[in-house]
């Protein structure tokens, strides 16, 4: 699964997360007891919940490399995203070369860069991770 980013009006071109290592998604539903009187558990052992509110966030990380290509975003890409833009994005299933073919859209939607964090150790691959948190509905894939 791969972490896409359409950009362009017209012809969208799909941005992958460079040099990608890491992708964590996370769905959340915040619920409220909604148990009443007339609630249908005959035992009435069992509390009812109703969802009021609902969130995630996609953590991604990457090797940081110099440059990118055409269809690839850097650390240096990511930078000035850190703002109150909303950027849309897709979760997708891929396959062929570099993994960058994409197969099926598995979720979409938009998204705001909350965090952005390089980290660079002695004798190390320097890498960096960041941080979308959703913005708006989720949509399921339709492809």
């Known amino acids: 699964m791969r972490l896409v980013f359409p950009e362009g ?44 509110q609902r969130s995630g966030d996609i953590q991604f990380g990457a090797l940081v490399g110099v440059g990118t290509d055409a269809t690839g975003k850097s650390f240096a890409d990511w930078i000035d995203a850190v703002n109150d833009q909303v950027i849309p994005w897709k979760l997708v299933t891929v396959n062929s070369t570099n993994n960058r073919t994409i197969v099926k859209t598995v979720c979409s939607g938009n998204g705001k860069l909350s965090n952005l964090q390089a980290s660079a150790q002695n004798r190390q691959k320097a890498t960096y991770s960041g941080t979308l948190t ?7 894939g339709t492809d």
């Not at 941005?15 to 005959?42: P, Y």
């Not at 959703?134 to 399921?140: A, D, E, L, N, S």
Request: aromatic letters at 10%.
């Open 134 to 140: 959703m913005y708006g509905p989720v949509t399921v």
């Open 9 to 52: 009006t017209g012809t969208v071109t799909n941005k992958f997360v460079a040099l990608a290592t890491e992708l964590t998604v996370h769905f959340s539903a915040t619920t409220e007891d909604s148990t009443t009187k007339d609630s249908t558990d005959t035992n009435g052992d069992w509390n009812e919940y109703d969802v009021t």
